[in-house]
T-cell receptor, first 112, second 114 residues
Framework: GESVGLHLPTLSVQEGDNSIINCAYSNSASDYFIWYKQESGKGPQFIID?????DKRQGQRVTVLLNKTVKHLSLQIAATQPGDSAVYFCAEDNNAGNMLTFGGGTRLMVKP | NAGVMQNPRHLVRRRGQEARLRCSPM?????VYWYRQLPEEGLKFMVY????????ESGMPKERFSAEFPKEGPSILRIQQVVRGDSAAYFC????????????FGNGTRLTVT
């Protein structure tokens, strides 16, 4: 869903631990999903994407899981590093328009 | 290997002035999107353009805002008679084939209206 202007939810993890960031999407017609990472003062950076015909996709240190039954998306980061500290957004393509719809974001803070 | 280029990075305008934000997409990309972001919030879609055409402007205010992507040159987002509520970060993104392909974002233009 979209942010309503509240402070971003924050996930704080210890360096080296695994991180799991969750996202709920609202449109059951959405068939393409992307995770973005945004560092302070920069634009969103593509991390990984997944199509609705898959339920899991792995990249380098990252895994995206898609549960279409409950409309839930998660991003797992293995062995989290200080450089992973950022705000993470999920985005969905709802198959009706021409744009991605972004969720409200989660701030990941990595403690050394 | 340049990514999406936006300029200026920071823009300060007084109320009532015009703001022009420019975006050059990645090489080979003909689809351009503009998004707006307020502090501590997600990105809100404004407009989607292909060369010389506006495909979807459903997220853009009907008044004072306009966008173009000419045959030659960058895409321009234009805000006339700016108000304080226009202060935000404006991000441009491009993609190679539109739907079902990831958007690649620039680093944004931060507009401050005084």
């Amino acid at each position: 869903g979209e942010s309503v202007g509240l402070h971003l939810p924050t996930l704080s993890v210890q360096e080296g631990d695994n991180s799991i960031i969750n996202c709920a999407y609202s449109n059951s017609a959405s068939d393409y999903f992307i995770w973005y990472k945004q560092e302070s003062g920069k634009g969103p950076q593509f991390i990984i994407d997944i199509r609705s015909n898959m339920d899991k996709r792995q990249g380098q240190r990252v895994t995206v899981l898609l549960n279409k039954t409950v409309k839930h998306l998660s991003l797992q980061i293995a062995a989290t590093q200080p450089g992973d500290s950022a705000v993470y957004f999920c985005a969905e393509d709802n198959n009706a328009g021409n744009m991605l719809t972004f969720g409200g974001g989660t701030r990941l803070m990595v403690k050394p | 290997n340049a990514g999406v280029m936006q300029n200026p990075r920071h823009l300060v305008r007084r109320r009532g002035q015009e703001a022009r934000l420019r975006c050059s997409p990645m090489k080979g990309h003909s689809h351009v999107y503009w998004y707006r972001q307020l502090p501590e919030e997600g990105l809100k879609f404004m407009v989607y353009l292909q060369k010389e055409n506006i495909i979807d402007e459903s997220g853009m205010p009907k008044e004072r805002f306009s966008a173009e992507f000419p045959k030659e040159g960058p895409s321009i987002l234009r805000i006339q008679q700016v108000v304080r509520g226009d202060s935000a970060a404006y991000f441009c993104a491009s993609s190679q084939k539109g739907r079902d392909s990831p958007l690649h974002f620039g680093n944004g233009t931060r507009l401050t209206v005084t």
